[in-house]
């Protein structure tokens, strides 16, 4: 069964710092990966989707990377603003079949 | 394009009623995806639809729990008789997968959520 894990579950920096959010997976027979970003009481919105031949993608201040023979996924996030203030979650797509990880709360303080 | 749609936002209901949620997908998506969200679980997938047709509910937690989809713009999630443990946000995604297994970007919808007391 496909697990993935994303540590820590909770990051606070103060703003303008590079983070780095990791996400790590059991099985790598996956199809794609996705970053969502999730606010409070909000849906979810799709930032960026890794085909498993790719090994990055881009998007503004976002890059995101794949590793899936060792099962693992990071977002880098350059310049963080308090606007970035939200829950990320990575889910590997199997079959279009999503598993999500628990996600990881962003605070960027001013 | 509005996105997808739920209905209601927020239900507050008792033990044992019927509960009927409702989700317009993106027109033109060909694949709609009902998911639930808790603190304790997470997201998890309950059922997906690719042309209107099921194709895994594996997710679905029992038999309390059914899902439609009589249309390409349609699908509801019923929960006949609901218990306290059924309350959690529920969401509707949809994407423009074609054929079933063809991953492609999910949209999700705002959530419902339900409390069940």
């Known amino acids: 069964k496909q697990e993935v894990t994303q540590i820590p579950a909770a990051l606070s920096v103060p703003e303008g710092e590079n983070l780095v959010l990791n996400c790590s997976f059991t099985?790598?027979?996956?199809?794609?990966l996705q970053w969502f970003r999730q606010d409070p009481g909000k849906g979810l919105t799709s930032l960026l989707l890794?085909?498993?031949?790719?090994r990055e993608q881009t998007s503004g201040r976002l890059n995101a990377s794949l590793d899936k023979s060792s099962g693992r996924s990071t977002l880098y996030i350059a310049a963080s603003q308090p606007g970035d203030s939200a829950t990320y979650l990575c889910?590997?797509?199997?079959?279009?079949?999503?598993?999500f990880g628990k996600g990881i709360t962003l605070s960027v303080r001013p | 394009d509005a996105g997808v749609i739920q209905s209601p936002r927020h239900e507050v209901t008792e033990m044992g009623q019927e509960v009927t949620l409702r989700c317009k997908p993106i027109s033109g998506h060909n694949s709609l995806f009902w998911y639930r969200q808790t603190m304790m679980r997470g997201l998890e997938l309950l059922i997906y639809?690719?042309?209107?047709?099921?194709?895994?509910d594996s997710g679905m937690p029992e038999d309390r729990f059914s899902a439609k989809m009589p249309n390409a713009s349609f699908s509801t999630l019923k929960i006949q008789p609901s218990e306290p443990r059924d309350s959690a946000v529920y969401f509707c995604a949809s994407s423009l997968a074609q054929i079933a297994g063809a991953g492609s970007t999910q949209y999700f919808g705002p959530g419902t959520r339900l409390t069940v007391l």
């Open positions: 890794i085909q498993s031949s790719q």
């Open positions: 889910a590997v797509d199997v079959n279009s079949k999503l598993t």
């Open positions: 639809f690719n042309n209107n047709v099921p194709i895994d």
């Open positions: 099985d790598s027979a996956i199809y794609n």
